[in-house]
């Protein structure tokens, strides 16, 4: 049976929209079990729906706090049974429900070459700091920010013309390429952490 995967939003779900699309071209064999967002607006439920896809909307406000929102979050993905936990523009930090629950099956995607430029708005960062090559990252969540285990990571080279949109939309690109790979590889097992390093085995 193809594993189950679980993609967490809060918005446009493009990196969503390029897992549909890896799995439909039968490039990703897995069942994308569920979309949930924090945010009853995001574009990508729509997405998800699209795709025949089970969508649900968690709303914070329905809960205490973050803990008990991420108990709910964590018994939802349970009860589908799902191997791992995508985190694609999904703007909430987990708690240790989460984390507990799915230690090391959770990833998540970012629009820089981390550590560099962690948090909110990384290609502006980037563009401001001047450095001369960007990119994305797809990382383990751990209960840091933008932290965790690389597992892999995309080089974009900032141009002397480029304005955060152009540069956010090369970037996107490769986004859009690592993410379903991340998730093969994460999935196909072969690995190992050797303190913060995701290693693959030969
Ligand atoms: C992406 O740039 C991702 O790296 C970041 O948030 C953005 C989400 O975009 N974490 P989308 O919703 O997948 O289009």
């Not at 962690?118 to 001047?130: H, K, S």
């Not at 690109?173 to 690592?178: A, F, L, Q």
């Amino acid at each position: 049976m193809s594993r189950r995967i679980a993609v967490l939003i809060s918005g446009r779900g493009s990196n969503l929209q390029s897992i549909i699309d890896a799995i439909a071209a039968r490039q990703l064999d897995v069942t994308l079990r569920i979309v949930v967002s924090n945010r009853a607006d995001a574009a990508g439920l729509e997405r998800a729906r699209a795709a025949g896809v089970e969508t649900l909307h968690l709303s914070p406000r329905q809960y205490a706090d973050r803990d008990s929102y991420d108990v709910a979050l964590a018994e939802v993905l349970r009860t589908r049974e799902v191997d791992l936990v995508c985190l694609a523009g999904y703007m909430r930090l987990l708690g240790a429900p989460m984390l507990q629950a799915f230690r090391d099956r959770i990833l998540n995607i970012h629009p820089s070459l981390l550590p560099s430029f962690p948090g909110l708005e990384a290609q502006r960062q980037a563009l401001e700091y001047g450095v001369a090559v960007s990119g994305a990252t797809v990382h383990l969540v751990t209960n840091g920010l933008d932290d965790g285990p690389i597992v892999c990571q995309a080089a974009v080279p900032v141009r002397a013309d480029d304005t955060v949109e152009s540069l956010a939309s090369r970037i996107l690109s490769e986004e859009h390429r690592i993410y379903p790979e991340a998730i093969k590889i994460v999935l196909d097992g072969g690995w190992e952490l050797r303190g913060r390093r995701f290693v693959r085995r030969a």
